[in-house]
Structure formats: C-alpha cells, structure tokens
C-alpha cells in the first residue's frame, strides 16, 4: 500500500499548496487506484462490490439487543433491570 499513500501523501501537499485543484486531485486519485487494483489482479466489479460495503459500513453502530422477551424465548438468561425506585 506504500505507492498508493504516497501518491495520496502528494496529492494533499498539492491541494493545501494550491498546485491543484480538488477535481484534479480526485482524477489523480482514481488514476492511482485504478492503477493499484490492476497491479493487484482485483476485477472492477470486485472493486464497486468493495467500495459500496464499505460505503455501507458504520463504525459506530452497535450489535443488536434483543429485549428479555425474546431472549426468554430463545432459551438466554433475561437481562436484569437497573436498580431504580422499589415499590413500582
């Protein structure tokens, strides 16, 4: 990967520089990475699958919670609520 974070390195010098522009810089950018997958044998359709999963992934989300009901259900041990006010 140290070819394409160079060219990508350069291209963010270029643009806080001002030599080039941001549509420029994509160019740039897509040229190099059109250029990488080649080298690495990865099929362009191989590539728009990659890149929509990756668009579709998010960090910050969290693995399901299933309520007590459902877990009482499915045979799990039921989730145990705060300690809070007595006598409600």
């Avoid at 728009?48 to 459902?70: C, F, H, I, M, V």
Wanted: aromatic share 4%; proline share 3%; net charge positive.
């Amino acid at each position: 990967m140290g070819y394409i974070d160079d060219t990508i390195r350069e291209m963010i010098v270029k643009l806080r520089s001002g030599e080039a522009d941001l549509a420029t810089a994509w160019g740039e950018a897509a040229k190099t990475l059109a250029d990488a997958t080649r080298l690495a044998g990865i099929k362009a359709a191989e590539l728009e699958a990659a890149l929509l999963n990756l668009g579709k992934a998010d960090p910050l989300r969290r693995p399901r919670q299933e309520t007590s009901n459902w877990r009482k259900m499915h045979g799990l041990p039921m989730r145990r609520r705060r300690a809070g006010r007595k006598g409600r």
